[in-house]
């Protein structure tokens, strides 16, 4: 692996996360001793911010990019780099089609993720989702929606082509995140290099499935877990041990010219 690394995005479910949604110590010691070394760790996730907050105390990153780029917050001094929020007809659009084809949803903004579905109803909800609110006193960044079927799934796909300004990305099987159209996790990742000085060559990134792909495009040491999906091996220079077996504690210690934690 490159050894000239200067910032490394870390995507969270299926790479950092394990199974069992959980950080392993391993991972989390070298994540801590990348940073000591000079890399700069940046968490770049699909999730909000407070669905993150458990992953960001403990690994205790530089900047924190969000929602597919919809943020990106500077964690060393609070400064927000980039805050997108979806147009507020889109948004209204896409909860329309969506409560008329009967799929299920949860609206993420720039202060907390709402829902109308419960818990029982929309099974794997994070605790911190809150209940449906007006949507006009919220700054939506993106949706989470799920069917219950391939074939649904296959109906809505083709109805959202009709709303110009919205993208389906796959992140489970019949589950999306609904972004603006453009805005994905190399948004944040050229934004910050540029503004760092950071060249694509001196940026590693880890990941494991669609979302992550334009963010491993961009970075010049791309590295898929061994749990991504094909497409994500198919592009990226390097694959380590999976999500399971410590796969970005692995890659850390490569990048840095070390077998193991020390």
């Known amino acids: 692996m490159n050894m000239n690394i200067k910032i490394v995005f870390l995507d ?33 996730t699909g999730r909000s911010w407070p669905l993150s907050q458990f992953a960001i105390d403990l690994v205790d990153p530089c900047y924190f990019a969000g929602m597919n780029s919809a943020v990106l917050i500077n964690l060393q001094n609070n400064e927000t ?31 907390g993720a709402y829902s109308p579905y419960t818990p029982s109803s929309m099974p794997g909800m994070h605790p911190s989702v809150k209940p449906m609110v007006d949507v006009n006193t919220l700054e939506p960044a993106k949706f989470f929606a799920k069917t219950d079927t391939a074939e649904k799934t296959k109906q809505f796909l083709e109805a959202l082509k009709a709303i110009d300004g919205i993208v389906a990305v796959p992140v489970m099987e019949n589950g ?55 497409e994500v091996k198919a592009i990226c220079k390097h694959i380590v041990p999976s999500n399971d077996d410590n796969g970005v504690a692995y890659a850390i210690y490569n990048l840095l010219g070390v077998k193991k934690e020390s």
């Open 81 to 111: 780099i980039i805050k997108h929020v979806l147009d507020m007809e889109l948004t209204k659009a896409t909860i329309r089609l969506m409560e008329c084809m009967g799929v299920k949803y949860q609206l993420h903004s720039h202060s």
């Open 176 to 230: 999306f995140d609904l972004l603006a159209t453009g805005l994905d996790k190399s948004v944040s990742a050229k934004v910050l290099c540029e503004k760092l000085g950071i060249t694509p060559e001196e940026t590693a990134a880890m990941g494991d499935s669609a979302n992550d792909i334009e963010l491993l495009s961009f970075a010049g040491c791309s590295i898929a877990m061994g749990n991504a999906e094909p």
């Open 12 to 44: 969270l479910d299926g790479t950092v996360l394990d199974s069992t949604k959980n950080i392993s110590a391993e991972n989390i010691k070298a994540i801590k001793k990348a940073r000591q070394a000079g890399i700069i760790p940046v968490i770049a």
